[in-house]
Structure formats: structure tokens, C-alpha cells
């Protein structure tokens, strides 16, 4: 009985999966023993599931809180409607609440025509809503303008990976592999914090005599877990890989064989690197030649070996061919589409893999496919019941769509992100979001970004419903609903279908999450990320299905049908391009977007805390981990602030080109005393986005967050008005990565 998947199995507890990040960790949900208050009086508490393999029971400290947000002091349990006459939110009925959603649509389409209504997702959907969400711009609102904040995470590397391997998925591999390969190189990811329960493959590493690198501006948690931590400066991984590539060129351990045989484009790669000499790059990134031919040595000694980025590498205006130069030094090497070696993404938000493949992106249809292809676009429209001509083309990346509200874009439905607090230049678009003529937004909580809104409805969360979402390596993962939503909240799938109904569209939107799976099935049969194979019966009997998972094959003579396995090593036999082969793809470092200079002499990177989640909409609303990472933080090296005159904890404010962010100093060796540090998680006077550059990335259109420059003062000298005084680097080059490792380790998040 499909249904019974779906219901929590009374008493005994209910098998899901984190609301949070990219890992999907497994657990239980079950009832409260007497007593205890966890779960913020909602019954419910999270349990280890020790089964699941990608955490193996173990859970960081936002997911053994997660049932918190569910409480209904925590959350948004009634619509809510901006009166005229008061010019507040206030409550309203459903029926209000829709009806105002689909006037303004209708209004808007009317008066400016269908690219006039945007849409804004969310990686932390699930596939069933990215994939309806999606469906709904292009059919019902028969618009181009829609894009996700996936758009901010991990598009750099999705972009590469699909240049050099003809598909992007984040890991080709299983997590666990990382415990047997013999070299990891991890590049601007801090999972320690980031993914917790990630750090076990890593730690199961180095206990079987395995290599670790780390490669990150800031001697991070994950950093000190390295057996070689190089330091570059923000915004330069791509000289660093060029010049590792270099190293290994030079010293002879190039894989001619694999290259000859599995790639093409060596030539043009080549020569780029050979242009990348160790003392220049060197000068470049600060990392030392001794440590360079170190990390070179290292890499290409091992026999299996494997690069993993994060968002270090890849939130840059160039973050695209900086993963271009990590593959191809993977490839050089001959690691990809061999066993327990290659190139790997780890991709950040609960849905992050899966929201990328459905739709909701501004050129994607369902499957991975494209929109700009006709054959894609006949198959899709077919699934619809549509005319492909009717389907818009490609609109414009997250960023461009949010600078162009109140343009041409005069009407937005966002679900699933908070841009307000987590997209670059925020002031610009918290301007934009007040320019428009109508903002819906659908959220479980009342985010800074529904506080604009004008209207906001309020949604079931993870545990409360039935999806799936596909985690970092690609396992496509069942969350089922382990409790009943507050009355007066509804589904983000029932949200659609209501709209649609009111916008005309006559086929009728599918709400129930499995009926809506079984269409993406469909859409998704014979594109890349084929999921026609997957059923809800298949993941939660399997621990996950790996996609592809193309239906199973008929034996003609047997007549017997047997399943597709899932696929959980890519590339093994070929890799997605037309030959077969993968594609070296030649790249040459470039400046970031905006470099320090006499009056913004640092540069300031941004990121994560442990105890936080992304615009912290959930997380701050969470007890423990407020206590935990009760506000934001400038990190600074001692010699910096010293210079600056700052004492830890004084407060110090952050200046860009465009806003000032103030926070209290925190002072530690564990960051280049070139750069600065500030976690995202917060709005208000602290908000590090009021601070980074929108400069973007020319293929994956990705922001840069990793990087830009600023002046550090003092707030207080700064608020009498005092002529700034900025700071300068004692001397650049030299400062190198010294001031990193080595030192005092940053305080606990
Ligand atoms: N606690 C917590 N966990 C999370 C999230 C969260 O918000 N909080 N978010 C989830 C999501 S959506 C994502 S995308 C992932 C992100 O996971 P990570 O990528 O691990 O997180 P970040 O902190 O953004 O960046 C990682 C590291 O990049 C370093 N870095 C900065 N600039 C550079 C650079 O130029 N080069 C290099 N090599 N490194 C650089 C930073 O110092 C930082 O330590 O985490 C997921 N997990
Ligand atoms: N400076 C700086 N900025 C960054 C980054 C950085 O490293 N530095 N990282 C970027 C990255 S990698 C990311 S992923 C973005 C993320 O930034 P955001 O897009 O702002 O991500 P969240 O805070 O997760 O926002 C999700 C929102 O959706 C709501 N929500 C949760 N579940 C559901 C649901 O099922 N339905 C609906 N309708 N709503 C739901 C949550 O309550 C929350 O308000 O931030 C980016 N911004
Ligand atoms: S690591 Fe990620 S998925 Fe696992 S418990 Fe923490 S937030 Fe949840
Ligand atoms: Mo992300």
C-alpha cells in the first residue's frame, strides 16, 4: 500500500532524513519518552539510525535539534496578508491569502506579459516541489523567469563537471569511498562544521595511512585534521591548481596512457599550465614552493586519489574554470572513472543535488535536461500534455533575476530562500524585492525575506510530509512523514495546485508528493539524471537508489523484467560526452572580481559556522544552537588587529563598495593576515552580504561570496566619523600562508 509508506508506524518511530544539508543524514523520529522536553514541546525527537550508511547514526548538533522548528511558536501556522490600511502582515484565511496570489499573477501577466511573474526556488525542496515548482513557471505561468539559490552554492562546479564529464553529479562515488582511496585533496571545504558526520570517511583515511589536504584560507576545524594544510589567499585556487598541475608535469607523473585513451583537449591544458611556474604561483597565492611540491608529491605518488571542493573554490566570479583546473589536474593524473579516485563536488543544501536536476532552473527542464534542446522539450511536453513551442526558453540566473525586480520582473513567488539575508549586495536586493509590485513568498517560518511580503503562506516542513531528495553522492533518499502539520498549514505542492486552478490551468496539479514523483519518473526517463527507474518502494527497501536509474530491462526470452541497479560509480566504463571521453578544458588564473587596493586593502572571505543553517531562518529559532552561535563575527589575525588597535570582542566595522557590516572582532592565528572571515548567517548590522560582490561568474553565473575587497576599522572611531584609517598589509607575499597554519586553532563556533 503506497500510503503506508508514507504514515509513521505508531510507537516504533519513523526512518527519514535531516531537513538540513547535503549529507541527508539518516534518522529517527519518534515519539518523546515522558519528560523530555526535546523537540520544543512537539512530542516528537530525533534518534540515531545507525543502518544508514552515509552517517552510520551519527548526527551534528542542528539535526539532533531539527524537531524544534516544528513547534508552533517556532513557525508560521496561518497565512498572511498585507492590509492596506495598516500597511502590516496580518492573518488571513487560505482562500484570501490564494486568491491575492493569483490576482496579482494574472494581473501581472495581463499587464506586462508572462516574463513579468518570476519565480524563486529553493535547493532545500524537495524533487517532487523543485520539479512542480518548476512545471508551474513554464506551464501554468508560461514564464522564463525562474532560478533557485542553488544558483549560489554549487553551479560552479555543476558547470565544470559538466564540461569536462558530459554530466554533473556532485560525488561520482559513494561517500564512503573517500575511507579507501590513499589522497584526498579537499579545496574551501570546512566539513568538519559543515557536515560533522562527513568527517568519519576522512578520519577512517588517515587510520588506514591515507593523505589528507586541505586547502583553505583559514586553519579551519577541517584544517587541522590535514596532514598538509596549504593557505592560499581568497579568490586564487585557480593559480594553486595550475601550478600543483605544473609540478606534476614537470616531475613526470603524468598518466600518458589514461590520457591518451580517456580524454581530449590535453595539449591546450598543458601548455596553460606549463605558463603557471611554481615561484609565480607562489606569488600569487602565498602557498609557499616547498609546500606546492609537497601537496604535488603527494597527490601524484598515490595510487587512487581524489579532489573534493566546496564553496572555497567555487563561489567565485571564475569558480567555474577553478574547478576546470582541479579536474583537470584530476585528470592528468588519470583518476576519474577509476576506482576509488576522482573528482568529486560536495554539494551543499538538503536537495542540493536533486533541486538541480528538475526544473527549477532558470535553462533546465526534468532529468538534467536541457531547455534549449528541442528533443528535451518535445519530451517534456509530451509528460505536460503541452505544445513544446508553447514552453519559454532559457531566462536569467538568480542574481540577474533578483536585480531585475521591479524592472521587467514586476511579480515574484519565492520558496525555499531567503535572499534577503543570503544573496550578495543584499541591500541592493531587499531594494529590489521593495520595488516590486506584489512578492509572494511560501515559508515554514517568517524569514527577513516574507517579512516584505505581501502575501505569506505558511508551509508543512520535512517531517510533516512525504518527498524525496537526492544527497550529495547522488543517493536519491525517501523523507517520509513522521507527524501531522499544525491545522492551518498546507503543502508547498497543495500551494501550487491551488494556484494553478485559479490561474485556468485546467489538467489539474497533482499535490499527492508520490503521484507527483511519478510523473517526474517520466519526465526524467532517457535525460541524464534518469530517476524512471526509482520508485518509493525501491528507496526505502535499497537505503537510497543511486541515479541514473532508467526503467529495468525486459528479457525477451524470459519475459522476466529485471530492475535497473542504480548506478553508484559513474564514468567507470565511459564518461557522458559524445566519444566517451572527458575533456580537458584550458584555464588561466585571472584576479577575482575585485581585488584589495588602497582603500579596501583585505580581502574578506565569508561562510559557515557549525551551529547555524544558511540565513539562519531555521536555526535561530532553535534554543541550543542560538547559545551555540548566538551572532555574527569578524575573524582577523592578531597582527591585523593589532594594527587596527582591537581587542577581541571589540567591535569592528567591515567596509566594501557597497555597505558596511559591523560585528565583534574575533582574533585568531588561524586565518592569512591578509583576510578577513564573516559567517552569513545573520541580518541586521552583521550581515556579511551587505558587504560581498555580485560579480559573477561568466558560465555558471555564480556569485562571488568567496571574495572581495574591504577596510576593517574600528565601529566606534568609525561612528564619531574620524577619517578612516586603513589598513595595510606588512608585506604582501611575505605574509604568505605562515600566518595560518600552525597557530592557535579559531574558537569553537
Ligand atoms: N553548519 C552548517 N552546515 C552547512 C550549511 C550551513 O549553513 N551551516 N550549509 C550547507 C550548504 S548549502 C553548503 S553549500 C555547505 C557549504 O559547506 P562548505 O563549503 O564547507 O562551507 P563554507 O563555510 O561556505 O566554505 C568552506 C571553506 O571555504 C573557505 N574559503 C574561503 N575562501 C576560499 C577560497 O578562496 N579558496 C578556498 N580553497 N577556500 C576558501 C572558508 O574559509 C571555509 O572554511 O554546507 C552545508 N552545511
Ligand atoms: N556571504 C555568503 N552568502 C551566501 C553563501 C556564502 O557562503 N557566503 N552561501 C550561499 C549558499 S551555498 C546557499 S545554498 C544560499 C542559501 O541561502 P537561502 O536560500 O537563504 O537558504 P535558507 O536559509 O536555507 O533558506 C531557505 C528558506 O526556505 C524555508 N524553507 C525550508 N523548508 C521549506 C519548504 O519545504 N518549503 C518552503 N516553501 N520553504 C522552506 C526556510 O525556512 C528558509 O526561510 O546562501 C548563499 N549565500
Ligand atoms: S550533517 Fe547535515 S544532514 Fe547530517 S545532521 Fe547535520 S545538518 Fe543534518
Ligand atoms: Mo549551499
Known amino acids: 500500500m503506497r500510503s503506508d509508506l508514507a504514515a509513521a508506524p505508531a510507537g516504533t518511530g519513523t526512518d527519514t532524513h535531516c531537513p538540513y544539508c547535503a549529507l541527508q543524514c539518516g534518522m529517527t523520529l519518534r515519539r518523546s519518552t515522558s519528560g523530555s522536553t526535546s523537540g520544543g514541546g512537539t512530542g516528537l525527537e530525533v534518534a540515531e539510525r545507525p543502518g544508514f550508511p552515509v552517517n552510520r547514526g551519527a548526527l551534528c548538533v542542528k539535526g539532533r535539534t531539527a524537531t524544534e522548528v516544528l513547534a508552533p511558536h517556532a513557525r508560521l501556522t496561518r497565512p498572511l496578508v498585507r492590509r492596506p490600511s495598516s500597511g502590516e502582515l496580518e492573518p488571513a484565511e487560505w482562500d484570501e491569502a490564494l486568491d491575492l496570489v493569483a490576482a496579482a499573477l494574472t494581473r501581472t501577466r495581463a499587464e506586462h506579459g508572462p516574463d513579468a511573474a518570476g519565480v524563486f526556488g529553493g535547493g532545500g525542496l524537495t524533487n517532487e516541489k523543485a520539479y512542480a515548482l518548476g512545471k508551474f513557471a513554464r506551464v501554468v505561468l508560461g514564464t522564463s523567469q525562474i532560478d533557485y539559490n542553488g544558483r549560489f552554492c554549487m553551479s560552479s562546479a555543476a558547470t565544470a563537471g559538466t564540461r569536462a564529464f558530459g554530466v554533473d553529479r556532485g560525488l561520482p562515488f559513494p561517500l564512503a569511498d573517500v575511507a579507501r582511496t590513499d589522497c584526498v585533496v579537499l579545496v574551501g571545504s570546512n566539513l568538519a562544521e559543515t557536515m560533522p558526520p562527513a568527517l568519519r570517511h576522512f578520519t577512517e583515511l588517515r587510520e588506514r595511512g591515507g593523505t589528507l589536504i586541505v586547502v583553505d584560507p583559514r586553519r579551519t576545524r577541517t ?14 585556487d585557480l ?52 609546500e606546492l611540491r609537497r601537496a604535488a608529491r603527494l597527490f601524484g605518488d598515490a595510487e587512487h586519489a581524489m579532489v573534493l571542493t566546496a564553496r572555497g573554490p567555487e563561489q567565485q566570479s571564475k569558480g567555474t574554470d577553478t574547478v576546470g583546473s582541479w579536474i583537470n589536474l584530476c585528470l592528468a593524473t588519470g583518476r576519474p572513472g577509476r576506482p576509488l579516485s576522482g573528482y568529486g563536488c560536495l554539494t551543499g543544501q538538503g536537495n542540493g543535488q ?6 527549477q532552473k532558470a535553462d533546465q527542464l ?30 536569467r540566473s538568480a542574481y540577474e533575476l533578483l536585480d531585475a525586480l521591479g524592472g521587467d520582473v514586476r511579480t515574484l513567488f519565492v520558496a525555499g530562500s531567503n535572499p534577503v539575508v543570503s544573496a550578495p549586495h543584499a541591500s541592493h536586493v531587499e531594494q529590489r524585492l521593495r520595488a516590486l509590485d506584489f512578492l509572494a513568498v511560501c515559508d ?3 524569514s527577513e525575506t516574507a517579512r516584505l511580503a505581501d502575501v505569506v503562506l505558511p508551509v508543512t516542513q520535512w517531517a510533516e510530509e512525504t518527498g524525496t531528495t537526492t544527497n550529495l553522492e547522488g543517493r536519491v533518499l525517501l523523507r517520509r512523514k513522521a507527524a501531522d502539520p499544525p491545522a492551518g498549514v498546507r503543502t508547498d505542492l497543495e500551494v501550487l495546485e491551488e494556484l494553478a486552478a485559479r490561474l485556468g490551468w485546467e489538467k489539474g496539479f497533482p499535490a499527492a508528493p508520490e503521484e507527483v514523483f511519478d510523473e517526474l519518473r517520466r519526465a526524467s526517463a532517457g535525460g541524464p539524471a534518469d530517476y524512471s527507474g526509482i520508485s518509493y518502494e525501491r528507496i526505502a527497501a535499497e537505503d537510497g537508489v543511486f541515479w541514473p536509474c532508467p526503467e529495468g530491462s525486459r528479457d525477451e526470452g524470459t519475459g522476466v523484467t529485471s530492475p535497473h541497479p542504480g548506478t553508484p560509480r559513474l564514468f567507470l566504463d565511459g564518461f557522458a560526452t559524445p566519444d566517451g571521453r572527458a575533456r580537458f578544458v584550458p584555464v588561466m588564473h585571472r584576479p577575482a572580481g575585485e581585488e584589495p587596493d588602497e582603500g579596501y586593502p583585505l580581502r574578506l572571505t565569508t561562510g559557515r559556522v557549525l551551529s547555524q543553517y544558511q540565513s539562519g531562518a531555521q536555526t535561530r529559532r532553535v534554543g541550543v544552537l542560538n547559545e551555540a552561535a548566538p551572532g555574527p563575527f569578524v575573524e582577523l589575525h592578531p597582527r591585523l588587529a593589532g594594527r587596527l588597535g582591537a581587542k577581541d570582542g571589540d567591535s569592528l566595522a567591515v567596509v566594501s563598495r557597497r555597505g558596511r557590516a559591523v560585528a565583534p572582532a574575533r582574533i585568531t592565528r588561524g586565518i592569512r593576515p591578509d583576510t578577513v572571515f564573516m559567517p552569513f548567517h545573520w541580518d541586521g548590522e552583521g550581515r556579511a552580504n551587505s558587504l560581498t560582490n555580485p560579480a559573477l561568474d561568466p558560465d555558471s553565473r555564480m556569485p562571488e561570496f568567496k571574495v572581495c575587497a574591504v577596510r576593517v576599522e574600528l565601529a566606534e572611531a568609525a561612528k564619531d566619523e574620524q577619517p578612516s584609517t586603513p589598513v595595510e598589509l606588512a608585506s604582501p607575499g611575505a605574509s604568505g600562508p605562515s600566518g595560518a597554519p600552525g597557530g592557535a586553532p579559531p574558537p569553537a563556533a
Open 366 to 395: 526534468p532529468g538534467y535536461r536541457r531547455l534549449d534542446d528541442p528533443a528535451a522539450r518535445e519530451h517534456v511536453a509530451q509528460v505536460w500534455g503541452v505544445d513544446a513551442a508553447s514552453l519559454p526558453g532559457p531566462g
Open 354 to 359: 536533486g533541486g538541480r536536476e528538475h526544473g
Open 444 to 446: 515554514v517560518v517568517l
Open 239 to 290: 593559480a594553486l591548481a595550475l601550478g600543483l598541475l605544473h609540478l606534476i608535469i614537470a616531475e613526470g607523473r603524468i598518466d600518458s596512457e589514461y590520457v591518451e585513451s580517456r580524454t581530449t583537449g590535453w595539449a591546450g591544458a598543458r601548455s596553460a599550465a606549463m605558463a603557471h611556474w611554481p615561484e609565480l604561483v607562489e606569488r600569487v597565492t602565498g602557498v609557499s614552493v616547498p
Open 223 to 236: 584544517a587541522e585534521q590535514a596532514d598538509l594544510h596549504l593557505a592560499p589567499r581568497p579568490g586564487t
